[in-house]
């Protein structure tokens, strides 16, 4: 018994596995049959190939509508088959351009980011060095002014200076004349 269901299993593994495996798609390519009368049991036109565009007549009956095809046959298809919506053959191309566009958008925009990038990293050197430039023009003028402070102060003192030296010369060449012989007075009777 035991063997029995070894081998069942053993057979039955190998198939569901493969069966799991395999990924198909059901192909575009297909086509509905137009009938003569709103009925499967009535006389085949023709097919109308999927996504291919139709113009709908009001008549219906028993879930099939009446239809006129791009070669302007009249006839019959199941109303199952008729849609509003663009088929995916007519849609894929417009997609496929449409993301081609985007690409070529994308791209463009991936240019201009990086010259964007690349402008905003000269712009970030340009003002690092007119910082630095900035910092050291204020360095420069910090001394200046320092300078000129020091010689406001340099030409006050320089004043003061030179006002105390005429003043003790002055003091000095006045002590001295006081202290010199005065002249005798002539008199009179000399002359």
Do not use: C
């Amino acid at each position: 018994m035991f063997r029995l269901l070894t081998l069942v299993i053993a057979l039955i593994i190998p198939f569901s596995l493969t069966a799991e495996e395999q990924q198909r798609y059901v192909s575009d390519s297909v086509y509905v049959y137009m009938h003569k009368g709103p009925g499967s049991q009535y006389k085949i036109l023709g097919s109308v190939s999927a996504g291919e565009l139709i113009t709908l007549l009001p008549e219906a009956s028993d879930g099939y509508s009446k239809i006129i095809d791009k070669k302007g046959r009249e006839g019959w298809i199941r109303t199952n088959f008729v849609s509003n919506k663009l088929s995916l053959k007519l849609t894929v191309p417009k997609l496929e351009q449409q993301i081609t566009e985007l690409k070529q958008l994308l791209e463009q925009a991936s240019n201009e980011v990086t010259l964007l990038r690349g402008d905003l990293d000269k712009a970030k050197q340009q003002l690092s060095v007119e910082q630095n430039a900035r910092v050291d023009s204020d360095k420069k003028r910090t001394e200046a002014q320092a300078q000129l402070n020091d010689l406001k102060d340099d030409s006050r003192y320089q004043f003061w200076r030179e006002g105390g030296i005429i003043a003790g010369i002055g003091l000095i060449l006045g002590l001295l004349i006081a202290y010199l012989p005065r002249p005798s007075r002539r008199s009179r009777t000399k002359w």
